[in-house]
């Protein structure tokens, strides 16, 4: 075979092998950039994620504070009108439990929001504080009926003995529920920090 031609073939198998390496080359480096691309995609993601979170975590904590404070007001006036009960100066005040009620909307919303934001785990602990938030209404409810039906002396009273169908419920019954919705929100914090990056349930 002449030598010319043998050279030629050489010379265009080098080249196609040099094409192709070029070309894996290339490709390689393409999904090297995809890669990179969507990674930080995904980082961009997880940190809008994590923030979207943070906020309405702490919007929740926030509001259900706020909440405990005016429940804590209000049996407070009711504890202060009961005790005054027989007295010449009447002191607190029956509160208007509609009204507390609405007050309290912006925590039900609140809570919405760390439902949307997820995770499931999280939303559950804030369920338990609005569970609990609703024993503390529920038993301030039961006191200011109580008080209301004693117009001669202080339910709160140790002298006073009252028989009821069911569970008494007096100034320090409302207190410890209070004090559990208190307890509900740590726990809700504790959980919320514990799964911040969580993904489908699991730790990022």
Same mark, same amino acid.
């Given at each position: 075979?002449?030598?010319?031609?043998?050279?030629?073939?050489?010379?265009?198998?080098?080249?196609?092998?040099?094409?192709?390496? $070029?070309? &894996?080359?290339?490709?390689?480096?393409?999904?090297?950039?995809?890669?990179?691309?969507?990674?930080?995609? /995904? @980082?961009? +993601?997880?940190?809008?994620?994590?923030?979207?979170?943070?906020?309405? +975590?702490?919007?929740?904590?926030?509001? /259900?504070?706020?909440?405990?404070?005016?429940?804590?007001?209000?049996?407070?006036?009711?504890?202060?009108?009961?005790?005054?009960?027989? *007295?010449? *100066? %009447?002191?607190?005040?029956?509160?208007?439990?509609?009204?507390? !009620?609405?007050?309290?909307?912006?925590?039900? @919303?609140?809570?919405?929001?760390?439902? !949307?934001?997820?995770?499931?785990?999280?939303?559950? *602990?804030?369920?338990?504080?609005?569970?609990?938030?609703?024993? &503390?209404?529920?038993?301030?409810?039961? +006191?200011?009926?109580?008080?209301?039906?004693?117009?001669?002396?202080?339910?709160?009273?140790?002298?006073? $003995?009252?028989?009821?169908?069911?569970?008494?419920?007096? +100034? %320090? *019954?409302? &207190?410890?529920?209070?004090?559990?919705?208190?307890?509900?929100?740590?726990?809700? !914090?504790?959980?919320?920090? @514990?799964?911040?990056?969580?993904?489908?349930?699991?730790?990022?």
């Amino acid at each position: 075979m002449d030598t010319a031609f043998i050279a030629a073939i050489a010379g265009v198998a080098g080249a196609l092998v040099g094409g192709v390496a $070029t070309v &894996a080359a290339a490709r390689s480096s393409s999904r090297g950039s995809v890669g990179a691309v969507a990674k930080s995609g /995904a @980082d961009a +993601y997880g940190m809008s994620v994590r923030q979207t979170r943070m906020d309405s +975590y702490q919007e929740f904590a926030k509001a /259900a504070r706020l909440a405990v404070s005016q429940i804590q007001d209000a049996a407070n006036s009711v504890g202060a009108y009961s005790q005054s009960i027989g *007295e010449d *100066e %009447r002191r607190g005040a029956i509160p208007s439990l509609q009204d507390l !009620l609405a007050q309290l909307d912006p925590m039900g @919303d609140a809570a919405i929001r760390v439902r !949307l934001a997820g995770p499931k785990v999280v939303a559950e *602990e804030a369920h338990a504080v609005l569970e609990k938030c609703g024993n &503390a209404l529920g038993d301030l409810e039961s +006191y200011v009926g109580l008080v209301q039906s004693s117009p001669f002396m202080s339910v709160d009273s140790d002298d006073l $003995t009252i028989i009821t169908e069911g569970p008494l419920i007096r +100034y %320090r *019954e409302v &207190a410890a529920s209070i004090g559990a919705v208190s307890n509900a929100i740590a726990g809700f !914090l504790d959980v919320a920090r @514990d799964h911040l990056d969580d993904w489908n349930g699991r730790p990022a």
